[in-house]
Structure formats: structure tokens, C-alpha cells
């Protein structure tokens, strides 16, 4: 079990926002840590849209 936890807080979806969360989550997924992503619920949707989208299979560490 990951001993650490990362906070990624973001209430801006728009611009690069989105963009640089998703590569934040990407490298995070595949390190020993539990991610929590704090962001607007939109952004949750573009994920869901873009992890489909990138066919992305990123790590269960990760929690919205």
C-alpha cells in the first residue's frame, strides 16, 4: 500500500488546466502514492472523456 499522498487542486478547467492535470495524474498513477484530484466536476468528465478517448490505463491509485 502507498505510504504517501499527493493533493492535485485545480478549480480552473479551462486553458491548460485540464492539460497539465492530466499529465500530473498520468506520471502519479504509475508511482507507489494515492492521488487525490480536487477539481471542478466538469473536469472529471473531460478525463472520463479523454482516458477513453487516449485508450489511457492509468493505475487505481488515483480518486476524484
Do not use: C
Not at 30 to 39: G, H, I
Amino acid at each position: 500500500m502507498a505510504t504517501n499522498r499527493i493533493l492535485l487542486f485545480d478549480t480552473i478547467i479551462d486553458g491548460h488546466h485540464p492539460d497539465y492535470l492530466i499529465h500530473l495524474i498520468s506520471y502519479y498513477s504509475t508511482q507507489n502514492v494515492e492521488l487525490f484530484v480536487a477539481s471542478a466536476a466538469k473536469f472529471k468528465e473531460q478525463f472520463d472523456i479523454r482516458l477513453k478517448d487516449e485508450k489511457n490505463q492509468w493505475g487505481d491509485n488515483v480518486t476524484f
